[in-house]
Structure formats: structure tokens, C-alpha cells
């Protein structure tokens, strides 16, 4: 089991930039790196989407076409935590994000692939 929870969210003008965290609690008889974490984001009335991947030994990064460029996700395994650094951020990034994990070293894109949800921060990129 891990327990997830995200922090660094808030409000920032178009073009700037925010850090999110997702600091992760681990069961005994497991390691942090041994799941693939990823970041989803869901804005009011739409679809959670994909936003970020990264495997457990940080070797293999994937990301949402949407935010290639803009958007670097790391991990730190000796802190048992994911950063999520955003740049140049538009209104469109406006959104409540998720970090996610699952137990398996491939990275997918797909939510439902995910077991372990953080209950979310919010960014809202003012215009």
C-alpha cells in the first residue's frame, strides 16, 4: 500500500510557473521505487486526463502532448517523492492535479491502470 498527497498547487498569472509535490507514504516490505507515479489533472466538467509518467527508477518520463515542453516531472527516491515543475503555464492548465501510483515498472497513460489516487491540489492559471 502507499499513500499519496500532493501539495504545491495555488494560483499564478498566465506564463508563470508552480512546483507541485507528491510525497508518498510506503507500506513495510516495499520501496518507493518500485512504482510508477503519474499525474493526472481533471478541470471542472471535463474528463480526468494525463498530464505525466515517470518509472520507479526515473529512467523512463512520458508526457501529455499538451504539455511537452512546458512540464518536467522527476522523482527523488530518497524522499519518497514526485515533482511535478510547470512552466509557462497557460489558463487551459487550470485544474485540480492528481498524483497516482502503481505497483509495476512500465508507465502508462491510462487512469484506470493506477491503484493508489492522492485527493488532489489545486492550480488555477489566471489570464
Known amino acids: 500500500q502507499v499513500q499519496l498527497v500532493e501539495s504545491g498547487g495555488g494560483l499564478v498569472q498566465a506564463g508563470g510557473s508552480l512546483r507541485l509535490s507528491c510525497a508518498a507514504s510506503?507500506?513495510?516490505?516495499?520501496?518507493?521505487?518500485?512504482?510508477?507515479i503519474a499525474w493526472f489533472r481533471q478541470a471542472p466538467g471535463k474528463e480526468r486526463e494525463f498530464v505525466a509518467s515517470?518509472?520507479?527508477?526515473?529512467?523512463?518520463?512520458r508526457y501529455a502532448d499538451s504539455v511537452k515542453g512546458r512540464f518536467t516531472i522527476s522523482r527523488d527516491n530518497a524522499k519518497n517523492t514526485v515533482y511535478l515543475e510547470m512552466n509557462s503555464l497557460k489558463p487551459e492548465d487550470t485544474a485540480a492535479y492528481y498524483c497516482?501510483?502503481?505497483?509495476?515498472?512500465?508507465?502508462?497513460?491510462?487512469?484506470?491502470?493506477?491503484?493508489?489516487w492522492g485527493q488532489g491540489t489545486q492550480v488555477i492559471v489566471s489570464s
Open positions: 510506503v507500506a513495510s516490505g516495499r520501496t518507493f521505487s518500485s512504482y510508477t
Open positions: 515517470i518509472s520507479g527508477s526515473g529512467a523512463t518520463r
Open positions: 497516482s501510483a502503481r505497483a509495476s515498472v512500465t508507465t502508462t497513460d491510462r487512469p484506470e491502470s493506477y491503484v493508489h
